[in-house]
T-cell receptor, first 115, second 111 residues
Framework: AQSVAQPEDQVNVAEGNPLTVKCTYSVSGNPYLFWYVQYPNRGLQFLLKYITGDNLVKGSYGFEAEFNKSQTSFHLKKPSALVSDSALYFCAVRPLSGGYNKLIFGAGTRLAVHP | IAGITQAPTSQILAAGRRMTLRCTQDMRHNAMYWYRQDLGLGLRLIHYSNTAGTTGKGEVPDGYSVSRANTDDFPLTLASAVPSQTSVYFC??????????FGEGSRLTVL
């Protein structure tokens, strides 16, 4: 079965330190990969996506993500965390041959950035 | 630009009652979706519509129905609500680039 795994329920990091939120996937073929962020009592907001090309993708708010085909991973990173980055982060994967009704979300990782 | 507008933002409903969650977009996107968000389960697709006049079933369609009479509106109906339908419901649309645009959510409690 196709799936997306976010192995950490919560990630804690000190402000100013680098952060990584992990995502691995199991889908057939080459996927489209996405990261979304959700602030409390809000809808999800798009951060970045990988379709093709350079494995390192840069997105909103200083975030970036690296596509690793051999490890089937798409980890979200930021060089220097801010307290305002504290939120719920979702990885999502869509098989290349599928429509957006085939988008699969991970369970989410809560990022807590401490002053 | 409003994007996706959902109503109501919050509702408490007695089991067995009928409820319609409204969703309107002003971006002229062809595709629209309804998701439910439950703790530890992420987002699960309920129903979707690739274009006006067509709908399809997602991962968890039972107990829900949708219609897509025009491009802008995509209401979700619970014909007879049950407590397991207590959740936060998100409507979304997508453009040709694949980016999803979400509404702010409708929090539904079924007692």
């Amino acid at each position: 079965a196709q799936s997306v795994a976010q192995p950490e329920d919560q990630v804690n990091v000190a402000e100013g330190n680098p952060l990584t939120v992990k995502c691995t996937y199991s889908v057939s073929g080459n996927p489209y990969l996405f990261w979304y962020v959700q602030y409390p009592n809000r809808g999800l907001q798009f951060l970045l996506k990988y379709i093709t090309g350079d494995n390192l993708v840069k997105g909103s708010y200083g975030f970036e993500a690296e596509f690793n085909k051999s490890q089937t991973s798409f980890h979200l990173k930021k060089p220097s965390a801010l307290v305002s980055d504290s939120a719920l982060y979702f990885c999502a994967v869509r098989p290349l041959s599928g429509g957006y009704n085939k988008l699969i979300f991970g369970a989410g990782t809560r990022l807590a950035v401490h002053p | 630009i409003a994007g996706i507008t959902q109503a109501p933002t919050s509702q408490i409903l007695a089991a067995g009652r009928r409820m319609t969650l409204r969703c309107t977009q002003d971006m002229r996107h062809n595709a629209m979706y309804w998701y439910r968000q439950d703790l530890g389960l992420g987002l699960r697709l309920i129903h979707y519509s690739n274009t006006a006049g067509t709908t399809g079933k997602g991962e968890v369609p039972d107990g829900y129905s949708v219609s897509r009479a025009n491009t802008d509106d995509f209401p979700l109906t619970l014909a007879s609500a049950v407590p397991s339908q207590t959740s936060v419901y998100f409507c979304a649309s997508s453009d040709y680039t694949g980016e999803l645009f979400f509404g702010e959510g409708s929090r539904l409690t079924v007692l």
